[in-house]
């Protein structure tokens, strides 16, 4: 209801995922020590799990598609790049942006 009838929900997550090595001393990152254990255990499947929640919440709150269009600006691309190719039925379009990608 709040969006009238513009088309887009635009929703900012944070995620652990994104290339950067100083992220848990940012002020949107307050996790619990067991989180934070988590995290280091398996920081893909923690991001992942959380953009499948967060999906899921937009569509039943605020009436959101069933599908995203994700994006990502430099090291947020490794994120992109991920969830399009573990969930791509999640999906509508993708579009990183002056991503950074690891050459083997």
């Not at 619990?32 to 569509?59: C, N, R, Y």
């Not at 969830?83 to 050459?103: D, E, G, K």
Request: proline content about 7%; charged content about 20%.
């Amino acid at each position: 209801k709040a969006r009238g009838n513009k088309s887009m929900i635009i929703v900012v997550p944070l995620v652990v995922t994104n290339g950067g090595q100083g992220y848990r001393q940012g002020p949107g990152y307050q996790y619990s020590a067991h989180t934070w254990a988590a995290i280091d255990e398996d920081p893909w499947k923690f991001d992942d799990l959380g953009m499948k929640a967060v999906l899921k919440d937009v569509q039943a709150r605020y009436g959101g598609k069933p599908k995203a269009m994700l994006t990502g600006f430099e090291a947020g691309g490794h994120t992109v790049f991920a969830f399009t190719f573990a969930r791509p039925a999640l999906l509508s379009a993708m579009a990183p942006v002056s991503a950074q990608l690891r050459m083997p």
